[in-house]
């Protein structure tokens, strides 16, 4: 498991280009403006130091690349991996699921994504940071202190409906704005009469905001407010799938009960967006989830 120490000044490091590059090394750039460029790698550590670094991964799995002190960029291909800013502005990338990346104090881009990934968690930390991406299910974005701005987007991977928590965002402190993106079936079980009821339990993949406050931005493509939300009969029997027409949107009060499920209860605790975006001609609804919200007029719709 080979050390590199590159030690102060502006270094560049190319892992295929450095004998003895393995599983296990560990490159401490030191102070200056580096530049790493890491081909591969199990269990690797990297580390940026003090100074604007540069660092691109491929293939990274199950390592941990840290920025230090200063504004650097961290992005590539990763699996199971920790990507962590330090103090700065920090700009983090992660294409893969499992990743965790952690801004740190600063004004933070982090972004998540890749071919239906799973279980990434984005922390942003202080400062007033932009979380965005998603993909399939189980994604975490937390703001953490300062004004952040989240743009996300989640789906099922099978058209006839998938059931689980999409993308679960906390603002932390501050006032956060969020721009969510979901598409998919919505369905109900043994619907009677084509509407939306009491003690009916629509489910999907749901995203969650668990601390919305009063005057936060929601943007999800979908402005016209409707009270009517109009059930389809589907496949299979007993199924029935929620229809809305493009742009848009009902509030339902309820509770949400977890892993995708919601039902409505007039007296419930919690509040669910069901929209249709403008412009889509998918037959998909998108399902926004706010905890602990019952106040139709604290929504600030963009
Ligand atoms: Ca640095
Ligand atoms: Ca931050
Ligand atoms: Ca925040």
């Known amino acids: ?18 004998p003895d590059w393995s599983d296990n ?26 100074g604007d670094d540069t660092v691109l991964f491929d293939q990274f799995r199950e390592s941990t690349a840290c920025g ?17 800013g330090g103090s700065g502005d920090d700009d983090l990338a992660a294409f893969g699921s499992g990743n965790t990346l952690s801004g740190g ?15 990434g968690r984005v922390h942003g930390g202080a400062g007033d940071d932009l979380l965005r991406g998603g993909g399939f299910r189980d ?4 703001g953490g202190a300062g ?14 409906g998938d059931v689980a928590t999409g993308n679960l965002i906390t603002g932390g402190r501050g006032h956060d704005s969020f721009s969510v993106s979901n598409r998919n079936r919505a369905t109900v079980q043994d619907d009677t009469n084509g509407r939306l009821d009491p003690g009916e339990v629509v489910r999907s993949v749901m995203d969650v905001i668990t601390d919305y406050r009063t005057g936060e931005e929601l943007e999800f493509g979908a402005t016209e407010l409707v009270t009517d ?29 977890g892993d995708g499920s919601f039902r409505l209860d007039a007296r419930g605790d919690d509040t669910l967006i069901l929209y249709h975006q403008a412009g889509d001609d998918s037959p998909f609804t998108g399902s926004l989830v706010l905890l602990d919200v019952t106040r139709t007029d604290w929504i600030a719709v963009g």
């Not at 230090?68 to 962590?84: H, N, P, R, Y």
């Not at 009969?233 to 848009?248: E, K, N, R, Y």
Request: cysteine-free; glycine content about 14%; overall charge negative.
């Open 1 to 18: 498991m080979p050390t590199y120490r590159l030690g102060r000044g502006d270094d560049r490091f190319v892992s295929s280009d450095t």
């Open 25 to 50: 090394s560990a490159v401490y750039a030191g102070s200056g403006d580096d530049e790493l460029v890491i081909a591969g790698g199990n269990s690797v550590r990297l580390f940026g130091g003090t």
């Open 68 to 84: 230090g002190a200063g504004d650097d960029v961290m992005s590539g291909i990763a699996f199971d991996s920790t990507v962590k």
């Open 105 to 119: 104090t600063g004004d933070d881009t982090l972004t998540i994504g890749g071919q239906r990934i799973s279980e």
């Open 139 to 142: 994604n975490r974005f937390d």
């Open 147 to 160: 004004d952040d701005r989240f743009e996300t987007f989640s789906a099922g991977v099978s058209v006839f």
């Open 229 to 257: 939300v109009t059930l389809a009969p589907d496949v299979p029997p007993g199924t029935s799938v929620v229809q809305l027409a493009a742009g848009d949107f009902a509030i339902n009060r309820g509770d949400y009960l």
